[in-house]
């Protein structure tokens, strides 16, 4: 705790020495300095709790995949758990099994066990016994996002600008931060919840998680806005499928 106190003590200090001169001249009560202080103190644990986004790249990177349906596109995917990774189904659709391709581990192959094209959900298994991931790799939480999120940071992990290297392996994937804007919903026969934010996403990203400030997954990246419902352009506007979504997909996709 001896670290917290060089703000509040400081605080103190400085601000009883104002209220002291100011209380002479009659300008400032006693509980104007206390009100002072509180929102001094306030602002300090605030900043204290900004989420460490570097500290979160390096927890979760290894977790996230190139998917290569070897068709000359590519996109995302995540660990959900051992032998079980999660992409959007555009990445994959019509294909039966894609490469898997990791930072500096050998590839591996993943057959898609399960598709909901209408969430834009996609389920990859792979063998744990022939597949060696990344030393640091660790499945990912599934969250919850609401509108009590709106405005929070996030950051959004794919791999939109990784080429593959000669021995198959493509590097980290790319971060990109911003906040969550607002939840919409597309509807029942249309995608479904969906975070809007503002996090820049590019072709290559779609199937990337997208990450709170305690490193987990609130939402996959699946577009970018590219015009509103009146026909403007939009700019600056992605969107992500939300967890909730990811989570009603899997279950309807696991084996009965």
């Not at 993943?110 to 389920?123: H, N, P, T």
């Not at 990109?176 to 919409?184: D, Y």
Request: charged share 20%; with cysteine; proline share 5%.
């Amino acid at each position: 705790m001896r670290e917290n106190q060089g703000i509040p003590v400081y605080g103190v200090l400085f601000l009883a020495a104002v209220g002291l001169i100011l209380a002479a001249v009659g300008c400032v009560s006693s509980g104007d300095v206390d009100a002072r202080i509180d929102r001094a103190v306030a602002t300090a644990v605030a900043s204290s709790t900004t989420p460490d986004l570097n500290r979160i790249y390096r927890e979760t990177r290894a977790s996230v995949f190139y998917i290569d349906p070897a068709d000359g596109q590519h996109g995302t995917g995540w660990l959900l758990e051992p032998g079980v990774i999660v992409t959007v189904a555009h990445v994959v659709s019509g294909r039966t099994q894609v490469i898997v391709r990791q930072a500096t581990a050998p590839t591996f192959v993943a057959d898609v066990v399960g598709l909901d094209e209408r969430r834009d959900v996609a389920l990859l298994r792979y063998d744990t016994d022939n597949a060696g991931l990344e030393p640091d790799a660790r499945p990912l939480p599934l969250e919850d996002a609401g509108i009590d999120d709106v405005a929070t940071t996030l950051l959004a992990l794919g791999y939109s600008s990784s080429g593959v290297k000669r021995e198959g392996t493509v590097g980290s994937p790319k971060a990109n931060s911003g906040i969550l804007s607002q939840i919409t919903n597309f509807g029942p026969d249309s995608y479904g919840r969906n975070l809007e934010m503002d996090a820049a996403i590019d072709p290559g990203d779609s199937g990337g998680p997208v990450l709170n400030g305690a490193g987990e997954v609130i939402g996959m990246i699946r577009a970018a806005a590219r015009r509103s419902e009146g026909g403007a352009t939009v700019v600056g506007t992605f969107y992500a499928v939300h967890a909730d979504e990811i989570r009603v997909a899997l279950e309807e996709m696991a084996p009965r």
